[in-house]
């Protein structure tokens, strides 16, 4: 299976948090779903390390938190990692998928596209969030509001479905938090942008099979043969009569059916 090479840059007090709930909700997510994850914590998130993992490991999908603005995304020490004006960083994009959490980058999201990624989510404006204890508290509101998307795009869900679950967390968020948290949230909710093949992702593989119910008892199923099935052996009492030409011809040459 295709994997995924997420940058937790932490070299600041805002990578601080930030590389700590990548951690927890993305990177600790997907290995628990069995998806192989090159973490680039640290040190680690340098644009050398960044273009070999991808490329070396044919990740499909890309995400994490760093600094940036509208054409640039940075790793450890506000490296570039990604810029829409460089041609080798829209290549290494070409057919992959990502999320950024990082400041405007949404903006450059047309660019990679454009240029053949298949999908991309970020923000299109600078992302606002709130801390006190390291590293709970109402730091949550923010982390786990925006790790909802990467979490659904992780579990099979298209961009679309990820992107409305991960607006209805932020609505959840605001709804709970103080009015101060809240005006926050509901700016980086409405700063979400993203791109591409939208009714797709990464790990997508399609929407799910329509179930049937059968129209004399509660089963169920998705499968029409298995239906069919069900409904010859447990609802048709009368068996097929063989025609009585059949039966005479059966009966001279020694036919063990009735």
């Known amino acids: 299976m295709q994997g995924i090479v997420s940058n937790r840059c932490d070299y600041e007090q805002a990578t601080r948090w930030g590389a700590y709930w990548t951690k927890k909700l993305a990177v600790d997510f997907a290995k628990e779903k069995g998806i192989p ?8 998130a340098t644009r050398s390390n960044w273009f070999a993992e991808i490329e070396g490991k044919d990740a499909i999908f890309v995400n994490g938190v760093g600094h940036g603005n509208a054409t640039v995304y940075t790793g450890q020490n506000q490296e570039i990692l990604l810029c829409s004006a460089y041609a080798d960083d829209l ?19 047309p660019a990679f596209v454009n240029a053949g990624m298949k999908g991309f989510f970020g923000y299109s404006e600078t992302y606002w969030f709130e801390i006190s204890e390291f590293p709970n508290d109402v730091a949550e509101f923010f982390f786990g509001s925006h790790y909802t998307f990467d979490q659904g795009v992780i579990a099979a869900s298209s961009y679309t479905s990820a992107f409305a679950k991960t607006k209805a967390v932020y609505d959840a968020a605001i709804a709970q938090a103080d009015p101060v948290t809240a005006r926050y949230l509901i700016w980086d909710r409405d700063c979400m942008v993203m791109y591409g093949d939208v009714n797709s992702g990464p790990y997508y593989q399609g929407p799910p099979a329509e179930t049937k119910k059968c129209y004399w008892c ?14 010859c052996e447990e609802h048709c009492y009368l068996k097929p009569q063989r025609p009585a030409w059949c039966r005479i011809f059966g009966n001279l040459v020694g036919c063990p059916l009735p």
């Open 218 to 231: 509660n089963y169920e199923t998705d499968n029409m043969p298995l239906m069919l099935a069900h409904i």
């Open 91 to 109: 290549v290494l994009m070409n057919g992959r998928w990502g999320s950024f959490l990082s400041c405007e980058f949404g903006k450059a999201g």
């Open 37 to 44: 994850v090159v973490d680039l914590y640290a040190a680690l």
